[in-house]
């Protein structure tokens, strides 16, 4: 038995060290796929074999001390790039969401919900060099699967399904998504986050659906303290006229979108470095292409670029031009045009954007060690600093492979939201169903889609450090159901439904005959603003005695004011009792979603 483990561990050496060469040297996927699968076989058998040893080594000794030896200790931790929500965050987390989704029905979206897993031909070949980052699962019953990456490829391969007949549709999303990155917990950048997605779908007149997306992601982070925002626009069908106009080879032109989009955290030099040095293009070339990237604006940036006769004669940069004239046009009618920043430097590399592109910034989106962006009104963008420390180091994970360490302190949020249209996507799944090859957004069964994905882990990132400053409440509870003297269980039971059948969050302490006090410490607790005290004679005359509660913010803690009225309360009449909570300033308050 000890030749046969040794004989599997070998080989498992060997496959591993087969498998990390393969990986680093970009070798074809589907031949890694295939070492990667016979590993995960030998480690199977190598983990059965060692089970059987140890098996068949407490049986022959007899041994009760080796049969019934103690398991190893586990780690408790959550996995890397995941983390657990305490119901205080989760209550922070759930108020964002009801915004979000009360907007998405504002705007008259409809709810859909796809798996969290897709097959793996589903997700491959739709983002680009980010391919790495999707999470692949273990063969489950001859499928291929893999952890979906976003909301967007399921989006499409659903309306792929419906044959083309679910069109001019707007449908939301809202859920867990997962990719393999190196997570900055503390930046909302993780390897399971929750993300919000509202889609258009179908035929339109031009730019419509466009800025009703734009005006959508302004309505929600206004209404959500992040602080003052940006939307970032550009137009891949400028973007490729550009490069076009420039000479970049059609070849290079993804290669060259993914290191333009980094001009917004590197200055221009390590740009062209990149462009040059790791892309090959002509220095010439990316001379070029700085002298278009580097600028930002407004409609003054527009007529600029409709005033360059070449970058005009192209086709494509033609085409984009005059659907950014349209869409500010719409955007001003939204009254969101002074929240627009035209940033020739966003090439947001997912393959699958054919039209506008966008996303949302804020002051925390940046590095610490970077230069704010500069005004929307300006026409250049300067070079941003040098970073002070390196970002990344070498450490090796759990198996002994070498992977990147983020430093925390010199990464931001990044943008909260992003999105763009992606006319060719539902028509490529269409044409791969049956098998044509042809993939484009004329296809059969293509539906043009445009949309916006909101990064709620990136936004809580903001909000939660906010709302604990502020002291805001972490539950919803409103009344807090009390007794004097001996308890009265089933009185305060046949209130607390009374309450509840009005629709009133109400709670009360779970104990048969509980002290005043010990009750009024339980309601503090969550900061319940209601304290409702019943008693012998209250009940026997029908009415209630009621104690307003308060909590502020003094030098960083939370205070307990005193309650309006004097110190027994108010006495209210019971069968008027939801009617006068509904009345007061403090429910008021509440309902105006001043937590």
């Known amino acids: 038995m000890a030749s046969s483990l040794n004989s599997l561990e070998g080989e498992i050496e060997t496959q591993n060290a087969l498998f990390n060469e393969l990986r680093l040297s970009g070798s074809d996927p589907a031949g890694l796929e295939e070492v990667k699968k016979k590993l995960g076989e030998l480690k199977k058998s190598l983990g059965q074999a060692k089970a059987k040893a140890a098996a068949d080594g407490a049986t022959a000794s007899g041994s009760k001390e080796v049969a019934g030896k103690k398991k190893e200790r586990i780690l408790l931790k959550t996995a890397k790039g995941t983390r657990d929500y305490g119901p205080a965050e989760m209550f922070c987390r759930e108020y964002v969401e009801r915004i979000v989704k009360d907007c998405f029905s504002t705007y008259g979206g409809s709810c859909l919900d796809t798996p969290v897993f897709e097959r793996k031909e589903i997700l491959a070949g739709k983002y680009g060099e980010d391919?790495?980052?999707?999470?692949?699962?273990?063969?489950?019953?001859?499928?291929?699967?893999?952890?979906r990456y976003d909301h967007t490829v399921?989006?499409?391969r659903y309306l792929a399904m419906m044959g083309g007949t679910n069109t001019q549709s707007k449908l939301w999303q809202v859920g867990k998504v997962y990719r393999r990155d190196n997570p900055v917990m503390s930046k909302g950048r993780m390897r399971e986050f929750s993300q919000a997605d509202f889609d258009i779908s179908g035929t339109w007149d031009p730019m419509i659906p466009d800025a009703e997306i734009i005006s959508l992601i302004c309505s929600i982070l206004s209404k959500i303290d992040v602080g003052e925002f940006t939307i970032k626009i550009n137009h891949r069908k400028i973007l490729d006229g550009i490069f076009e106009v420039c000479g970049v080879p059609a070849d290079k032109i993804r290669t060259i979108s993914s290191a333009v989009d980094k001009l917004d955290k590197l200055p221009w030099a390590d740009v062209k470095t990149e462009m040059t040095e790791e892309k090959g293009l002509e220095p010439a070339v990316a001379d070029k292409i700085g002298?278009?990237?580097k600028h930002k604006g407004g409609p003054e940036l527009l007529a600029k670029l409709l005033a360059d006769a070449a970058l005009s004669a192209n086709p494509s940069a033609k085409q984009g031009l005059d659907d950014m004239g349209l869409l500010f046009t719409y955007l001003s009618a939204y009254n969101v045009i002074d929240k627009i920043s035209f940033d020739m430097s966003l090439a947001r590399?997912?393959?699958?954007y054919t039209g506008i592109i966008y996303e949302a910034i804020v002051d925390a989106s940046a590095p610490p060690s970077f230069q704010a962006n500069p005004s929307v009104g300006s026409s250049t963008t300067p070079s941003p600093a040098l970073p002070k420390k390196k970002v990344t180091k070498k450490v090796k994970n759990e198996d002994g492979e070498e992977e990147e360490e983020v430093d925390e302190s010199q990464v931001g949020v990044g943008s909260i939201a992003a999105g763009g249209r992606y006319?060719?996507?539902?028509?490529?799944?269409?044409?791969a169903a049956a098998g044509d090859s042809k993939k484009s957004a004329t296809s059969k069964g293509s539906i043009p889609c445009i949309g916006i994905s909101i990064g709620l882990d990136r936004i809580f990132a903001l909000v939660w450090p906010k709302w604990v400053e502020k002291g805001k409440r972490s539950k919803e509870t409103m009344v807090y159901v009390m007794a004097a003297g001996d308890g009265l269980l089933v009185e305060r039971m046949k209130l607390v439904k009374e309450l509840r059948d009005a629709n009133i969050k109400v709670d009360f302490l779970a104990k048969k005959k509980p002290k005043l006090p010990v009750q009024f410490a339980a309601g503090e607790r969550d900061e319940v603003p209601f304290a409702i005290i019943l008693g012998e004679n209250e009940i026997k005359e029908g009415y209630v005695m009621v104690k307003q509660q308060k909590w502020e913010m003094v030098d960083g803690k939370k205070v307990k004011v005193l309650a309006e009225g004097d110190e027994k309360g108010e006495k209210v009449d019971r069968e008027q009792l939801v009617e006068w909570l509904r009345a007061t300033q403090i429910w008021k308050d509440w309902e105006d979603g001043k937590l």
């Open 291 to 293: 002298e278009y990237v």
């Open 423 to 431: 006319d060719g996507l539902v028509g490529m799944f269409s044409a």
């Open 131 to 147: 391919a790495k980052l999707i999470f692949d699962l273990m063969d489950q019953g001859g499928e291929q699967l893999s952890l």
């Open 154 to 156: 399921p989006l499409a």
């Open 349 to 352: 590399g997912l393959d699958y």
